[in-house]
Nanobody, 127 residues
Framework: QVQLVESGGGLVQPGDSLRLSCVASGRTFSSRMLGWFRQAPGKEREFVVIQYRNGGGKYLVNYADSVKGRFTFSRDNAKNTLFLQMNSLKPEDTAVYYC?????????????????WGQGTQVIVSS
């Protein structure tokens, strides 16, 4: 069974907006770490935003500096869906975007700490 399925990618112009969605299985949706990564051609995978649930049930959200103020993480618990609202898109945002989940009990932005991945959805920002 597929645990994470991304959608919403496409070709847009600089300054445009796009919303990515990621539907998760119930078990995966309850993971302590949920977030979005991206990988541009020829580059290593990097985090975009991570939501971490600590031991007290509180949520911490960390955005990459490159997307702060432009991207927003959200979730729809009733639909087991994660969203990434992407505004003011730039050419350097071009990449394959992945949603990911992990169970590590510490806050982490490292891709290797996530054990469940979606198939990816491509975002191209170009004039």
């Amino acid at each position: 069974q597929v645990q994470l399925v991304e959608s919403g990618g496409g070709l847009v112009q600089p300054g445009d907006s796009l919303r990515l969605s990621c539907v998760a299985s119930g078990r995966t949706f309850s993971s302590r770490m949920l977030g979005w990564f991206r990988q541009a051609p020829g580059k290593e995978r990097e985090f975009v935003v991570i939501q971490y649930r600590n031991g007290g049930g509180k949520y911490l959200v960390n955005y990459a500096d490159s997307v702060k103020g432009r991207f927003t993480f959200s979730r729809d618990n009733a639909k087991n869906t994660l969203f990434l609202q992407m505004n003011s898109l730039k050419p350097e945002d071009t990449a394959v975007y992945y949603c990911a989940a992990g169970g590590q009990d510490r806050f982490s932005t490292a891709w290797r700490d996530y054990d469940t991945w979606g198939q990816g959805t491509q975002v191209i920002v170009s004039s």
